[in-house]
């Protein structure tokens, strides 16, 4: 934490208050050159004077005096004209006359307070002063106290200017706008401080003004003292370059009549490029493993297929004509085919017509026989992303969606061994992924955190144990694309129940700084147009499909399981558009409705462009059990912290670790042979692992670990405690306990509260990481059993158990992650056997009579283990046989003499 000391000027002598500011203004401006500090005292009836000679040719001159002046009163004479006097009471109003009768020969033009109890008085003559002329300044005081208080000249220094500071103050400066969609607009709000007590006049103008940079909204002149105004600055970019402007404050602070603050932003193209997996497996059911017949509709590619249309639909709904224009978006497809990998759909502008193409192209939505069929060529992960590299081409502004089943197959289709993902890490691209399958047991969890890690992407498991066929995960997932593509916010909750002919209306505050509001409405396939879809704006306004194809600026898309609006910036402009909108979901009856038992569900996602925004961010790249997790969220309207918001988090964690899940379900290796032959699980292309995996949850119904939501939410702080740095900055903290379970963890956080432009908001942001183990030297094990000795070689059977301080396993399929530093090719006589228990076995061989101590490196954590020769234990043993040998013949002597 960071501490702060705070140092009270009342508490210090005046002298050392004196020299403290003089230290501190000339330090701050270079140039000060300060003659020595002179105490006067003074009582009622005893003023006391100083002079100040102006040099020849000089137009200013400055006087500093420091004590308690608060009674103070200054009179200021020219020695040239004893009856050309003023008073000045500190602090004095500028302008305050110095010269005599009806000629002016001076005026004050700034009294101001730099420090507590510290003025600067600064003289500007009418004309350059004639040699010699001379000022008496005489201080005196209306009450019958003593007091001392201090004064000292400031020389000028021609090149730098006087050593004055100035009232008027701006913040930020410069404006970093960052990268902007050309097209889009971003607003961001600077702070002008007067920091003196009398009004200051204000006007604004930009430097070119032809650069994207504008003034949004009026300016408040003059500012009252010691006060502040706000002054909105845009910039709409109109092609992908950096740009720079620069905007001048013009006030009447004689110090400062033209502060200058630099703006600076970028305008940015956005691509983004779907990489779907069309492998065998994904014909099969979400909860099903490979091999398996085609599930149609219930199948997993039906299911991506299905819910990338309203994504889709969005996408085209965002850069409708006048808006946003600069993104363009393609598919690749790998495994399935032939050919094994291909570009479904090239990287083209989006619009309608270009939309409707990519639906063609990838069968969306779903009907049997439409689309790129699944097939038998493996799982090549690497091939595709490595098209999706080729569709970037020399731009890296975007993003990839992968999605995808299964581990990489065949052989060699690892990005990580390929230099794929090295190359994507390189040109900066995130790759976010949505992995198939029940938490681990045939997905490769850890290849896609590393993907996530590696490239600043993210990761969510599709359904996540729990079994549920409505794309939530998924709705989840493309709103994080959206965001990156259009820079949008999320708000709701992504998943709700209704019953047949129930209605439910969903509340979203919208206020100023917020410019376009997207709904998203998804729900379960099977039944067509099962829900009406509506939206209510504040004023009671109620809009319908029909409605929104009459009404300006705002847009709908009807999709057989989806229903999308977009609501733009000038509609939301209008009178009684800014408040709380709803969102209205009608189950319908009648022949569309669908009995169940708890309802049917829809699951829904709020996007919202917006100069409020909600940045969360975590202090590791990726973490290991016994890790506590630290979480910012950074709350900003138009650049302004927001404070006060309350920011709480929900999170899941697995029931079990998944190596633990596979250790503690064993089956016996004679029945595995069987039942692997019966299910075809070899001639399916599944690794071991997996094939366990299908046995213990198809055949033997051992349910996967799931993963649980904490029903307890936890609370983020801005107070400047509970791991937060500094109260009341906007960034709200959250540090966790010490993690315990290994595998997928998701974290939900939302954020309500008072806007900075004074609105109520709500904003949402989900993030899954994958916790690895971190295994502890304490609770593993590294066991070694001798096997035989052959043709002067030793042969060992090494057995390691490596355990976190939770007794938690790593899971199968982690052997790649170990790292034998002293081990060599000589020693391993076969490579290192997955006993799917979360153990391993290796079978080694060291000289006869060698020592060999084995190294192990996995997750940062060093293990050793000396292995003693058995050649040098054998003789042992046979000093102990002849030993024993002698002491028998001994005692049978004995016997026979006795």
């Not at 799982?379 to 999605?403: A, K």
């Not at 979901?585 to 669908?594: D, L």
């Amino acid at each position: 934490m960071c501490k702060t000391m705070r140092i009270n000027l009342f508490d210090l002598n005046k002298t050392t208050l004196f020299w403290i500011v003089l230290f501190l203004l000339g330090s701050y401006f270079y140039s000060a050159k300060v003659s020595a500090q002179t105490a006067i005292t003074i009582t009622g009836t005893s003023p006391n004077t100083f002079n100040i000679t102006v040099p020849e040719g000089v137009s200013t001159r400055s006087v500093r005096l420091a004590g308690d002046l608060s009674d103070v009163v200054v009179y200021v004479q020219r020695t040239s004209d004893p009856a050309a006097e003023r008073t000045l009471t500190i602090p004095s109003s500028n302008n305050t006359l110095i010269g005599g009768g009806g000629l002016s020969v001076a005026t004050l033009d700034a009294v101001e307070e730099i420090a507590d109890k510290v003025f600067h008085l600064k003289f500007a003559l009418d004309s350059p002063a004639p040699a010699g002329d001379v000022w008496l300044i005489r201080v005196s005081k209306p009450s019958a106290d003593t007091r001392t208080i201090y004064w000292m000249e400031g020389e000028l220094n021609d090149a730098f200017g006087a050593t004055y500071v100035s009232d008027v103050f701006a913040a930020p400066s410069p404006m970093e706008f960052d990268s902007v969609i050309v097209g889009d607009t971003k607003t961001l709000t600077i702070t002008v401080h007067n920091r003196f007590a009398q009004d200051m006049t204000l006007a604004v103008a930009l430097e070119y003004g032809d650069r994207g940079f504008s003034i949004s909204s009026s300016v408040g002149s003059p500012v009252t003292g010691v006060s502040s105004t706000d002054i909105d600055i845009s910039f709409n970019p109109v092609d992908a370059s950096a740009k720079t402007d620069t905007l001048h404050l013009t006030t009447n602070d004689p110090d400062t009549p033209v502060l200058d603050v630099i703006l600076n932003g970028t305008g940015t193209t956005r691509r983004i490029i779907l990489a779907l997996d069309y492998s065998g497996s994904m014909s099969c059911a979400y909860d099903e493993p490979w091999p398996c017949s085609d599930a149609l509709e219930s199948s997993r590619i039906a299911q991506a297929r299905n819910a990338l249309e309203p994504f889709l639909d969005d996408l085209e709904i965002g850069v409708s004509p006048g808006t946003i224009g600069a993104v363009r978006v393609g598919a690749v497809r790998f495994g399935g085919g032939p050919p094994a990998v291909e570009v479904e759909y090239g990287l083209n502008p989006i619009n309608g017509s270009h939309i409707n193409a990519m639906k063609g192209a990838l069968g969306i939505p779903y009907s049997g026989g439409t689309g790129p069929s699944t097939g038998g060529t493996g799982t090549r992960i690497s091939d595709g992303l490595n098209q999706c590299l080729t569709l970037f081409g020399d731009s890296n502004d975007g993003v990839i969606l992968l999605m995808s089943d299964g581990y990489a197959e065949p052989s060699g289709q690892d990005p990580r061994d390929t230099g794929v993902l090295t190359s994507i890490v390189d040109k900066g691209i995130p790759v976010f992924s949505v992995a198939f399958g029940e938490n681990g047991a045939y997905v490769d969890h850890e290849l896609m955190e590393d993907i996530q890690e590696q490239t600043n992407g993210e990761f969510v498991v599709f359904g996540a144990g729990s079994g549920e066929s409505i794309p939530a995960d998924l709705a989840s997932i493309y709103t994080k694309v959206l965001d990156i593509a259009f820079g949008t916010e999320t708000s709701g909750d992504p998943t709700v129940s209704v019953e047949p002919g129930d209605i439910k209306e969903i509340p979203l505050p919208v206020g100023t700084s917020d410019r376009r509001i997207d709904f998203v409405v998804s729900w379960e396939r099977g039944t067509p147009n099962l829900f009406a879809v509506s939206i209510i704006a504040p004023d009671g306004t109620e809009i319908t499909p029909d409605v929104a194809r009459e009404t300006d600026y705002v847009f709908n898309r009807e999709g057989s399981f989806s229903s999308v609006y977009s609501v733009h910036k000038d509609y939301l402009r209008q009178p009684g558009k800014v408040g709380e909108w709803k969102l209205k979901v009608q189950h319908q009856t009648g022949e569309n409705a669908v009995l169940r038992e708890n309802g049917s569900e829809f699951s829904y996602s709020t996007l919202i462009l917006s100069d409020l925004t909600m940045d969360v961010m975590f202090d590791k790249k990726q973490y290991f059990t016994g890790d506590s997790i630290r979480i910012e969220a950074k709350l900003t309207d138009r650049g302004k912290p927001v404070v006060g918001a309350d920011v709480e988090l929900n999170s899941a964690k697995p029931t079990v670790s998944i190596g633990n899940w596979f250790n503690s379900n064993t089956i016996d290796p004679g029945e595995f042979e069987i039942l692997r032959k019966k299910y075809k699980l070899n001639d399916a292309g599944l690794r071991m692992h997996s094939q366990k995996a299908y046995i213990l949850s198809e055949v033997k119904k051992i349910e996967p670990p799931l993963v649980v939501m904490n029903d307890t939410a936890q609370r983020f702080y801005d107070d400047g405690t509970h791991g937060d740095n500094a109260a009341n900055d906007g960034i709200y903290t959250y540090v966790s306990s010490p993690l315990t379970k290994t595998g997928l963890h998701t974290f939900l956080i939302k954020a309500n509260g008072k806007a900075a432009q004074d609105y109520n908001f709500q904003r949402e942001k989900r993030l899954d990481h994958y916790i690895k183990l971190r295994p502890s030297v304490k609770d593993s094990n590294i066991s070694v059993a001798y096997l035989e000795t052959v043709e002067g070689l030793d042969y060992y059977q090494v057995h390691y158990q490596l355990m976190d301080q939770y007794k938690n396993l790593p899971r199968p399929d982690t052997a790649r992650y170990f790292d034998f530093s002293s081990m060599n090719a000589l020693n391993a006589v076969e490579p290192l056997q997955d006993n799917l228990d979360g153990t391993y076995t290796q079978k080694i061989k060291i000289p006869k009579n060698k020592e060999q101590t084995i190294t192990l490196n996995f997750a940062g954590v060093e293990f050793t283990k000396k292995i003693v020769p058995q050649t040098t234990i054998q003789p042992l043993w046979w000093v102990i046989l002849v030993i024993i040998a002698v002491i028998v013949i001994f005692i049978i002597r004995k016997l026979k003499t006795a």
